[in-house]
């Protein structure tokens, strides 16, 4: 039987977007199963793939060659107790695999030899034949699904289907936040039993103490705190994770200054740090009310949940503006900022794989772009991205290095900035999905754009400032 892979995995075992097998499989090109793929499949798809040799291996090595320090080595592969049981997984399911093979080949032999000089008897014979010699590539692919399997552990969540990886150290609960995912979760310190979830399949153990007593009952259901446990094996698990505005509970919190930056003479990136007992929930694209020496504020949040604690606005210079004025002139590392949200509807539409284009108008538009932008290459959900940044003068564009990095380190993203004041061609966007961002006058211009040029009204999200 040919082996099964997940998209997650096939789509980085061939180095493309999740989204791309997903076109592929739309087309026809690709077989898919159950949202999995086969690895014969895989090559014959992409016959143009230079897969790389052991590449989890080679990175492993890699990080090993520079021993810049003991800390980063021992943040990039798990401890020594969880690889050996991860090792010890593996090897028990070759085992069984194994056996099942040998069992197979058993009773296929009976059979060849009970249909012996029937034509259906030839035809199993050179059909096992034909099986039997996996080509070079399929080989390759699967060597590296087993390496992966011990260094990054594959996690699918039930009911929503969202997937990641366990890297590293991490608990399951901090590759859910790496990878932008909502996950619930409370202290994520194993008190108070927020990130409770069941262990659908697959085996983990845990690598923290915690004070939180699972009953006999989820214990006999297999619930585990993912803020304590990381990854065996491959996982199923049943959780909740936000998809939507109104399934994360309004939050109140207290952060402190961590950074302030001046992308621009005009526009300042500021950045706090909130606590790790008391983190704030949100989605890409949310914005909050920030509070800063008595200023209140609703501001999008720049920052991609992946980046956990760290949360960054960028704030605009305007003179006379209290909140703003504070800012540039009053506000220093460490102090208090008072936190409420999220709000707003402005999120990454992660079961759509269609190509994505964001529109950012001006100075305000580009901060919930980017972190819808930044969220998107964290799952590798789309196919491509491309990113319009139109603005009425050049110092609008104000983050520009951001922008030409990510152009320059992903194939599949596209940048171009426009000095306009108003919309220029978009060109043919009826294949995708469209993010627009700005002021209510420049939304409604994209909007009637899109529709006069037969772009579905489905396809467009939206965001205006509070």
Sequence with gaps: MAQLLTLTRAARLVGVARGALQRKIREGALASFEGMVRADDLVRTFPGTQLEENAELARVEGIKERAFGRRVYERSLPDKEVLAARLGELARELVEVTARSARLQALLHELGKRLEGHALGAWLRRELEAGMAAGEDEREILAQDGVMRVITPHVKVVPGGQEFYVEGADTILEAALHAGLAMAYGCSSGICGDCK????????????????????????????????????????????????????????????????????????????????????????????????????????????????????????????????????????????????????????????????????????????????????????????????????????????????????????????????????DLGDLSARDIYVAGDAAQVEATRAYLAGNGVPAGRLIEWVPR
């Design 197 to 424: 979830a069941r262990v659908v399949a697959g085996r983990v153990r845990r690598v923290r103490q915690h004070d939180f007593r699972l009953t006999e009952a989820e214990k006999l259901q297999g619930c585990a705190l993912m803020c304590c446990c990381t990854a065996l094996s491959d996982l199923v698990i049943e959780a909740n994770i936000a998809r939507d505005a109104a399934e994360i509970p309004p939050q109140s919190i207290t952060a402190q200054v961590r950074k302030m930056d001046n992308l621009s003479e005009d526009m300042m990136l500021l950045e706090v740090l909130t606590p790790r007992a008391s983190r704030l929930r949100f989605l890409a694209g949310q914005s909050a009310v920030v509070t800063l020496g008595g200023v209140k504020a609703t501001w999008p949040i720049a920052s991609c949940p992946c980046e956990e604690r760290r949360i960054q606005f960028h704030v605009r210079r305007v003179a006379g503006e209290r909140f703003s004025d504070y800012v540039f002139h009053d506000l220093r590392i460490g102090e208090a900022v008072a936190l409420e949200g999220p709000v707003g509807e402005f999120m990454l539409r992660e079961e759509a794989s269609r190509p994505l284009v964001f529109v950012a108008w001006g100075w305000e538009g580009f901060a919930p772009v980017k972190s819808v932008i930044e969220h998107a290459m964290a799952q590798d959900v789309a196919e491509s991205i491309e990113l319009v940044w139109i603005a009425a003068a050049a110092a609008d564009h104000y983050y520009p290095k951001l922008c030409r990095a990510w152009a320059d380190a992903m194939d599949n993203f596209r940048y171009t900035p426009i000095v306009a004041a108003r919309l220029p």
